[in-house]
């Protein structure tokens, strides 16, 4: 028997094998992920079985993995909140075998087996077409951090704010969803200033298109309620007294795009950017944002940014480096993105 019809017999019968990272948590509730395989029985039941051949590391995979936040509900779990892939095997009417699609969020990850292994079953409508204009790599250079990048800039133009309006402000600037928020404003058109605590990084932010760099020292402290007014619009990453600051800093009318906590969960603000400038915060979810605004995000994220903005902003690792990566990536020492390919 040769070694195709050897694969085809495993994978009808369920017993084929495929390399995932797990994570485990022990009787002490210590939480331990590792690279190891997995046999595709294992797999939860569901409609759509995929060849998953990039994932990538978010910052929510990377709390995961480290069990430095609740992010997994129940063990074991496969993280990765995001894959690209082919489909092998389907029950849902709007996918054959062959089809490439990618998925985000929908509890991959976290409820639900995700995409830092070699195969994913999910819901038929967690899935989305790949963009034609993307191959898979790219589509996970871009991630969940691209797609929420994308979320952020049509929440502010969905406000009235275009390139004529003034300056935006992007925090976490030289992070995932930062550097892909820099790199599609200024694509856009708009003036953008880039808020980084790592000037090292600072020609890789020019070259993504910031106009003006700021140092995040000047919006990470507790500030004043109103600040001098600068920018018209905001995407912040980070939470805590940076959207405080951000909030205070943004000019009569104005709009923050709020998607991040990477410098914490709490928001140590006061309404008076509310109620004496007229500003809007926009929450931002990438998780259950329904289909229809993730079609849009993608298709403009593909049409926006060129196959080299893409590759300026990330690196690909394999499978068994993501482990580590995890731990970099809290760290502040990850500069963009870190696709997966599940496959090295
Ligand atoms: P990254 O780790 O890639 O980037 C975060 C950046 O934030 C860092 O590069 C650093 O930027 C800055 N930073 C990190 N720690 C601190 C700190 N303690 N104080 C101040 N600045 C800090 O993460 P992502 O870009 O992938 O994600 C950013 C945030 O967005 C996360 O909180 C993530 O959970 C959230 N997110 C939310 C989504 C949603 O659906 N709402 C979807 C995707 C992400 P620099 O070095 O340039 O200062």
């Known amino acids: 028997m040769d070694y195709s019809t050897m694969a085809a017999q495993e994978i009808r019968a369920g017993s084929a094998r495929f390399q995932a990272i797990l994570i485990e948590r022990n009787a002490a509730g210590q939480v331990r992920p590792k690279w190891t395989r997995l046999q595709e029985s294992q797999l939860p039941k569901a409609a759509v079985q995929v060849r998953i051949q990039y994932s990538s590391l978010n910052y929510k995979d990377a709390l995961a993995i ?57 819901p038929g409508d967690w899935l989305l077409a790949l963009p034609p204009q993307l191959d898979a790599r790219q589509a996970m250079l871009l991630g969940t951090a691209g797609y929420t990048a994308m979320l952020c800039v049509l929440a502010l133009e969905d406000q009235g704010i275009a390139p004529g309006s003034g300056e935006i402000l992007v925090t976490g600037a030289s992070g995932g969803v930062g550097s892909i928020a820099v790199a599609l404003l200024s694509r856009l058109g708009y003036a953008v200033i880039a808020a980084t605590g790592r000037p090292q990084h600072a020609d890789y932010l020019r070259g993504l298109g910031a106009k003006h760099l700021l140092d995040r020292a000047q919006l990470t402290a507790p500030g004043k309620p109103l600040a001098k ?116």
């Open 66 to 122: 480290t069990g430095k936040a609740p992010v997994v509900r129940r063990y074991p779990m496969v993280p990765g909140i995001d894959f690209a892939g082919v489909v092998v095997h389907s029950d849902a009417p709007d996918w054959q075998p062959g089809d490439r699609v990618l998925l985000n969020g929908w509890g991959a990850g976290e409820t639900h087996w995700g995409g830092l292994a070699q195969r994913a079953q999910v």
């Open 229 to 344: 007014a600068r920018w018209i619009g905001a995407i912040d990453t980070l939470g805590s007294h940076t959207l405080a600051n951000v909030c205070a800093g943004t000019r009569y009318g104005g709009a923050v795009a709020a998607c991040g906590l990477a410098q914490g969960m709490e928001f140590p603000a006061t309404v008076a950017p509310f109620i004496l400038r007229g500003i809007r915060l926009l929450g931002i979810d990438s998780v259950r944002a329904p289909q229809a605004l993730r079609k849009r995000a993608w298709a403009r994220l593909a049409d926006t940014l060129t196959p080299q903005s893409i590759e300026t902003i990330g690196q690909t690792i394999a499978l068994q480096a993501v482990i580590p990566a995890a731990a970099r990536l809290l760290a502040g020492q990850v500069r963009g993105r870190l696709a997966v390919n599940v496959n090295a």
